[in-house]
């Protein structure tokens, strides 16, 4: 049985983990649906052209899914029904909405293991990481494009937001509503995404969260909102997206 066959719901040994392997595996198991299966399992990247003082970088398309961290977690033989593991959110586990219950290292695990990345933050490499808040913001704000809605995308949050008003009190499949004009989901609503950044008042004490999240008002989701939190902590509204750039 190969490692992907553990994803499909199977039992396999995971074995290393390593993901040209984990790549083998998933062409082996249904060529013809590779790119299908690969774009479930690994994050699309969108290119965002920078500006003075931003250089180009690449931001995934949706915050990083159940399907996706799962897989990190079974290559490293880790169950995600296991709550000694990561906790369960109250409405249980679904593959394509965003994972929950990560914590900053968490994250930075995910993106470090996607590439072999490193904790510190390179300036000249090219792996997977968390966004920078500023990048986070400049894509938020379209871009290059310079659309400077109120929320990403839109001006209207029910049309780009999953947040307290439409969400159900859950987090909801990514994607599901409109993108701003670079291609990307979510960076409103759904859950508040986990950024590289210390925020600067707290002295050492928390990382930035960005975006806000399915349980907030209109008013707290703003791309102008900002959050912070403790970088261990974990919590049902809280998940994150990869970056990859100098």
Avoid: H
């Avoid at 679904?94 to 994972?99: H, K, R, S």
């Avoid at 379209?142 to 159900?168: C, H, I, L, M």
């Avoid at 509503?177 to 600067?200: A, I, R």
């Amino acid at each position: 049985m190969t490692k992907a066959a553990i994803l499909l719901g199977k039992n396999a040994n995971p074995g290393s983990g390593d993901r040209s392997a984990l790549r083998s595996a998933l062409q082996a198991l249904s060529p013809a649906r590779f790119s299908e299966l690969e774009a479930r399992y690994y994050p699309v990247l969108i290119p965002v052209k920078g500006s003075a003082g931003l250089p180009d970088f690449k931001l995934a398309k949706t915050e990083t899914t159940v399907w996706q961290y799962n897989l990190f977690l079974q290559a490293q033989g880790k169950n995600m029904l296991d709550e000694t593991v990561i906790k369960r959110p109250g409405w249980g586990w679904a593959g394509n909405n965003p994972v929950v219950f990560v914590s900053w290292y968490d994250a930075v695990q995910y993106a470090n293991w996607l590439l072999k990345w490193t904790v510190t933050l390179r300036e000249n490499a090219t792996g997977y990481r968390l966004p920078r808040a500023a990048e986070w913001e400049y894509a938020a704000l379209d871009g290059p494009n310079k659309a400077k809605f109120e929320y990403a995308g839109s001006d209207n949050p029910d049309a780009v937001a999953w947040y307290g008003a439409n969400a159900q009190k859950r987090t909801q499949a990514v994607g599901g509503k409109k993108p701003n004009s670079l291609g990307l989901y979510d960076l409103t609503g759904n859950v508040w995404e986990w950024c590289w950044d210390w925020d600067t008042e707290s002295f050492g004490r928390y990382r930035v969260v960005r975006g806000g999240g399915w349980g907030n008002l209109d008013t707290s989701i703003r791309i102008a909102d900002s959050g912070k939190r403790t970088p261990n902590s974990q919590a049902d509204m809280y998940g994150f997206r990869v970056a990859q750039g100098r």
